[in-house]
């Protein structure tokens, strides 16, 4: 039930589908507030905006249609959409993919709610504010220059500078809307077992009555897999799937990078014989564990090759340009033989971690850092990490959180034990909300607790990397780069160790912008450092994988092997046959 026409038309939530949807996305009417007086003035009630904006592209951004690089914190929005009957018949859910920061909501000029974020989804419950016909679809949306915010790469000094960028301001992820009925499935959590050859479906629904009844349909490879029936008892159930067969659920029927099995998911919700409602998922049989100073996936060791990924386009910012966007950036780093990649200070829209999934590559996800640490910044990282990590959980792709990045955020948690205890926190916070995966607790350098041992060192050439490296005990229990690996208080264990953040190689080709270390003057020099680098932390043989900083070029900083429209600076096969040998042990 999707009609619309624009550049971003796919079902925007891919791992939790209904069939009767509508995308809102498109053009909305739009105004600056920057005097914030439309609160007073009653905006809410269908005062005209004066300006037209292409949804979900931010106002900064070129293809909004505006293409602003100004600050004006408050901005409004305003759509109007027919609905029919038959549409409007149970409940309607109005989705958001992301809109930053502070977002109202009022429908036929009466208020819905509010939502405090600007990184994660949210969706209201609207049913009772719709009727048959036109309504109108209204948001103010506050998104100030705080760095108590969760920003990740977004600028908060009205420009760009250093690392970071061009904030963003508003919706910049899909909107649409979807029926259901009266009842609905609002979250299911599935965790695979590969070891006892199970899976465990915690189920939330919109809301309970008693009398109903799920049924579980699933499938691999198109092939009929196994059907249940299940009788939820209340508002959270839960029930173990057996994945066993005849056959024993061998290796066809795991998720791995080199072979990315999925099993497809119908979960349809009955009152007696009448489907209230129904929605498509699916599952990766996968495991993530360690070993001997190994990150292990489905109880074998597997050698990382991460590319960095910041998310960013020129002409679109954080939103993807268009449906195929994500897709062709997997394909591309793979085709330089990485097999995954560190979504850097970015939560990004669902559909990269569905072609994630499918495609068999490998995910960290992370918090975007905010850069204040006070009682308002916590408490909104905790919110915000939380609902990540929570509407990621069934991607088999993501195989490690990062909830704090290189101390940005806690400043001093080296000596500051109550920054160590927030970090500590959010490593909990991640672990209470999903134990099966892996935790970076901080990142970089001055680690607190934590799954992986990472480490950021941006050393020019893999020689200097060699000396540095040639005592193991010293080099785990002293310096990165330039700040301590451990923070005061914490040491070494024997996790898995990483190189998450090395190489930043930047071209002298007269493009203003910058790398780490010196600038390289050609292709041969380029691939000389880069495969030192490269043979240098597979030769040490104690390294788990590594993450090359970065994929692509974004703005100002220019090291990326792709420019920012996604061109090769290199050959990919080039790049491929040095990375194709690397095993590190």
Request: hydrophobic letters at 35%; a negative charge; charged letters at 30%.
């Amino acid at each position: 039930m999707n009609d619309k026409k624009g550049m971003l038309t796919a079902y925007p939530r891919p791992d939790f589908a209904r069939k009767e949807w509508i995308s809102l996305n498109g053009q909305w009417d739009f105004a600056f507030d920057d005097e914030d007086k439309g609160l007073g003035e009653g905006w809410s009630g269908g005062t005209p905006l004066d300006r037209k904006i292409q949804v979900p592209y931010a106002y900064q951004s070129a293809l909004s249609g505006i293409g602003l690089d100004e600050d004006h914190p408050v901005v409004w929005y305003e759509r109007k959409e027919d609905l029919s009957a038959d549409f409007l018949e149970g409940k309607v859910l109005l989705h958001f993919g992301a809109v930053d920061f502070e977002t109202r909501l009022w429908i036929n000029g009466i208020y819905v709610g509010i939502h405090e974020g600007g990184n994660t989804a949210f969706r209201f419950e609207v049913s009772s504010y719709l009727r048959a016909g036109e309504n109108r679809i209204t948001l103010r949306v506050e998104d100030r220059n705080d760095a108590s915010q969760p920003r990740g790469k977004q600028s908060w000094r009205n420009e760009p500078f250093g690392c970071w960028y061009t904030a963003v301001t508003g919706i910049w992820q899909s909107v649409w809307m979807e029926k259901t009925g009266s009842t609905w499935l609002d979250r299911v959590y599935i965790t695979p077992d590969i070891d006892r050859k199970c899976a465990r479906m915690e189920l939330e629904f919109g809301s309970f009555e008693e009398g109903l009844s799920l049924d579980v349909d699933l499938s691999f490879a198109g092939e009929a897999y196994k059907s249940l029936r299940f009788a939820p008892l209340a508002r959270h159930a839960a029930l173990t799937v057996d994945m066993d067969t005849q056959d024993e659920l061998d290796s066809r029927y795991l998720w791995h990078p080199e072979q990315p099995g999925l099993f497809d998911a119908v979960l349809t919700l009955k009152r007696g014989d009448e489907v209230i409602d129904r929605v498509e998922t699916y599952f990766g049989m996968r495991k993530i564990s360690c070993r001997e100073g190994m990150v292990l996936i489905n109880n074998v060791p597997c050698f990382q090759k991460l590319i960095l990924d910041q998310g960013y386009w020129e002409e679109s910012l954080l939103t993807p340009p268009d449906d195929e966007a994500l897709k062709r950036d997997i394909e591309q780093a793979m085709a330089m033989g990485f097999n995954g990649a560190r979504k850097h200070q970015k939560m990004e829209d669902p559909r990269f971690y569905y072609w994630a999934d499918k495609l068999g590559f490998l995910v960290w996800g992370e918090m975007p850092s905010n850069y204040t640490f006070n009682r308002r910044g916590t408490e909104i990282t905790m919110k915000e990490w939380g609902d990540f990590v929570r509407s990621r959980y069934n991607h088999p792709s993501i195989v490690t959180w990062v909830p704090v990045n290189e101390s940005w955020g806690v400043w001093n948690v080296a000596a500051d034990r109550r920054k160590q205890d927030f970090c500590n926190a959010l490593y909990s916070q991640t672990k209470s909300i999903d134990s099966t995966r892996l935790v970076s607790g901080n990142d970089g350098w001055e680690q607190a607790q934590t799954d992986i041992c990472a480490i950021h060192d941006y050393v020019a050439r893999g020689e200097e990397f060699q000396r540095k490296i040639k005592d193991r005990d010293k080099y785990l229990r002293t310096l990165s780069d330039w700040r301590f690996l451990f923070a005061e208080g914490y040491e070494y264990k024997g996790q898995p160790v990483m190189l998450t953040e090395y190489g930043g190689i930047a071209f002298d080709d007269g493009q203003e912008g910058w790398g780490y270390q010196d600038k390289v003057k050609d292709e041969e020099g380029f691939l000389e450092r880069f495969r030192s680098m490269a043979e240098a932390i597979a030769g040490a043989g104690w390294f788990s994988g590594f993450c090359y900083t970065q994929l692509t070029d974004v703005f100002q900083e220019v090291n990326g092997l792709l420019h920012m429209d996604r061109s090769y600076k290199i050959a990919p096969e080039k790049i491929r046959d040095i990375l194709a040998p690397l095993r590190g042990w």
